[in-house]
């Protein structure tokens, strides 16, 4: 994962790398999750920011 690839880009010299972690979902619009369901899917989001 993410950890994995922080020691590699470390270890080769690479300063910065992209990871697509939240790509696609609601934190990425920019909202976040208030209220879930008990099978763990959002009950409630808020609003995106604009």
């Known amino acids: 994962g993410t ?3 922080r020691i ?3 270890g080769a010299g690479v300063p910065a790398f992209f990871t697509a972690t939240g ?3 609601l934190i990425q619009k920019g909202g976040s ?3 879930y369901n008990k099978d763990g899917t959002i ?3 808020s ?3 604009e």
């Open 43 to 45: 009950a409630i989001a």
């Open 3 to 5: 950890l994995a690839e």
């Open 23 to 25: 790509y696609g979902t």
């Open 47 to 49: 609003e995106p920011r």
């Open 33 to 35: 999750p208030i209220k």
């Open 8 to 10: 590699r880009a470390g």
